[in-house]
């Protein structure tokens, strides 16, 4: 039959230039709102050198380091050092012990969540005080001048009328108060730090020396949120010795990490997925899974933060590498605008490309009706022309293999359509191979 010339390659690839366009455009505008790379160094303040906070940032160091992020530490002078750092953006984050401050005076700040309990610890010499307002008329202790110890303290105190009392304040910590204590230099000193910490075990094992219980540890959660009541354990500083030697009560805030708006995502993901490997198991006051914690903070979570506490780490960061996660979560959003534009246009292509084939066939059936109508009209030699014009446009007709029996059946009706215009077929018979052409188009 006429149609067998070899059919060239199709152009219905054309059709998907629009939608090409569309998603070019839809990619463009995802990537301007994806994140920048996460950092691959951050810089986190923590205490002095001795204390707790320094201890666990190396463990966070080792904890990065291994997931391709460096993590410089700073030492400072504790947690009101820290937050002034951390307003100058001269850190990403830090430690920072829980009611030293407020979100209102630090508008900027992020919390990451609580990781463990620091009790505050009160050793007194030789006073046999009962609770904190025995401690009127003495030398005491606060802590350094930037820490978060010396802030909490000197609430206390306020609170409980000492500070009316002609009290000395010396703003000291660490390992040179609880030198101090024990040459009798001091009548009591405050601390605040995790039970593992040297001066805890050191002033316990000293006969000279007494822990203060807090039998009114109750009254001061109700009036500081950012404290619990806990009981010290007896023996759990020291089994051997049996330190401390009685069960004592306590009152504690949470260490926190906290940080600036301007925290990267990923980042955070980064340091949640830390503090679970690091903190998940539980201490001396902490049972397994109890921290991380949302609770006890002073400053709104971050989103990161937000999602962790309350879904877990996210599945990409438990199965992938933090850097390919970190692709992946950046990037997924680009996914949003395509598949927005997918899911209608996979419905709109088929129907556009079907009727642009079948365009094609119309159009000879245009063609062929028009002849039909003007036959009367045309010469011998005029309707072979217009019949010819017509055989051409359908030998140059090519369709995908899927359409070609409809150019198959023009075919037939062409043919048929000949054979009545040269009075070869009865009438009726034409009349029928019309209505079949017209159904068929």
Known sequence: MADETPTPPSKAWLLWLPLIGLLLLAFAAAYM???????????MATGSPEGAYHRFGQRYRDALLERGVTLELVPTGGSAENLELLDKGAVDLAFVQGGVSTKQEHMRLRSLGSVYREPLWVFTRGL???DLRGLGGKRIAVGSPRSGTRAVALRLLKECGVADAPTTLVEVGGAEATAALRKGELDALFLSGSPEIPQVAELLADPDVALLGFRRAAAFTRHHRYLSRVVLPEGVVDLAKNLPRRDTPLVASAATI?????LHPSSGDLLLQACQDIHGLGGPLEDPGEFPSPLYVDYPLTPSAKRFHTNGM???YRALPFWVASVVARFWVMLLPLVTLLLPLS???PLAYAWAQNSKILKLYEQLHAIERE??????????????????RARGTHLPNSYRDRLHAFWIHLAATEER??????????????AASGEES
């Not at 906290?258 to 301007?262: G, K, M, Q, S």
């Open 314 to 316: 996210p599945l990409l």
């Open 33 to 43: 709102a994806v994140d920048p790379a996460p950092p691959e160094r951050l810089r």
């Open 375 to 392: 036959a009367g009209e045309l010469s011998a030699e005029g309707l072979e022309e217009r019949l010819e014009a017509v055989r051409t």
């Open 258 to 262: 906290v940080t600036t708006e301007d």
């Open 421 to 434: 215009l040269s009075g070869r077929i009865a009438p009726e018979t034409a009349s029928q191979s019309a």
């Open 128 to 130: 046999g005080a009962a």
């Open 347 to 349: 419905r709109v292509v």
